[in-house]
């Protein structure tokens, strides 16, 4: 009789313990709140044969765009974009709609460089104007 109520608390305790890990299954997880935080909304600009005014290279994997309502976007890039960094002229090529996103690309020298993510950012630092103190002062004439 021990043995009998012995096996069926033990039976109880397993449909027990199943049960609570099937719910615990069931019940999604969230994301860690680092991931939630850093994660940037992917941006678009619409009409980009118009409306993309402005860009500067920062390195063959990113590029800044302005569109022209002031608004800056930062572009990253699958790869490495061979002559990026030096060309003066590119081409946005952007998704069928005419809206460039991450699904659209960017054309350099020929070479169709697909863009990862296109988030906004902010705009970037404005160039000093200050005189360089390194470069040669011009002889001042005596009066």
């Known amino acids: 009789m021990k043995r009998t109520k012995l096996g069926v608390l033990a039976l109880v305790g397993c449909s ?14 969230p994301p860690p709140a680092s991931v939630v935080s850093t994660a940037a909304r992917e941006a678009q600009i619409p009409f980009a044969s118009q409306n993309i005014q402005n860009w500067q290279v920062v390195d063959n994997y990113t590029v800044l765009i302005q569109d022209r309502g002031k608004r800056w976007y930062q572009a990253s890039l699958y790869g490495n974009c061979i002559n990026l960094s030096f060309t003066q002229r590119l081409s946005f090529v952007p998704n069928p709609s005419g809206t460039f996103d991450r699904f659209g690309s960017i054309r350099v020298r ?21 005189p360089d103190p390194a470069a040669p002062k011009k002889p001042t004439a005596a009066i």
């Open 16 to 29: 027990i313990s199943m049960m609570a890990h099937r719910a615990a299954a069931d019940e999604p997880v």
């Open 110 to 130: 020929g070479e169709s460089c697909p863009l990862r993510s296109l988030v906004e950012t902010a705009a970037p630092p404005k160039k000093s104007t200050l």
